[in-house]
Nanobody
Framework: QVQLVESVGGLVQTGGSLRLSCAAS????????MGWFRQVPEKEREPLAA????????YYADFVKGRFSISRDNAKNMVYLQMNSLKPEDTAVYYC????????????????????WGKGTLVTVSS
């Protein structure tokens, strides 16, 4: 089992940058594929980016390609989401998620594929 804790989000201006981090508990972090999702009120949680357990494969939703970057540090049990060129429509609650896997290069980009979730952190982008 793994517990996930996202860093505090916050308020950022349009065009600004923010890096979210997610700290994972446990000694087997390197066997978990990770993902970042977000949700706004009255909408479903949507995948943003995902990374394989070995960090060798990544996925990005089309609307964040070129702006967001996911990375991980297995030695520190951390996963990151670097967000650049932020827009007001990026305002949402951001979630870190994990899924244990035996396939080190596989990514999981579906909400339903993930097993563990952080509590979320609010990111607000002002116009």
């Amino acid at each position: 089992q793994v517990q996930l804790v996202e860093s505090v989000g916050g308020l950022v201006q349009t065009g600004g940058s923010l890096r979210l981090s997610c700290a994972a508990s446990g000694r087997t972090f390197s066997s978990y594929a990770m993902g970042w999702f977000r949700q706004v009120p009255e909408k479903e949680r949507e995948p943003l980016a995902a990374i394989s357990s070995n960090g060798g494969s990544t996925y990005y939703a089309d609307f964040v390609k070129g702006r967001f970057s996911i990375s991980r540090d297995n030695a520190k049990n951390m996963v990151y989401l670097q967000m650049n060129s932020l827009k007001p429509e990026d305002t949402a609650v951001y979630y870190c998620a994990a899924r244990s896997t035996n396939w080190s290069g596989r990514i999981y980009a579906s909400e339903h594929a993930m097993t563990y979730w952080g509590k979320g952190t609010l990111v607000t982008v002002s116009s």
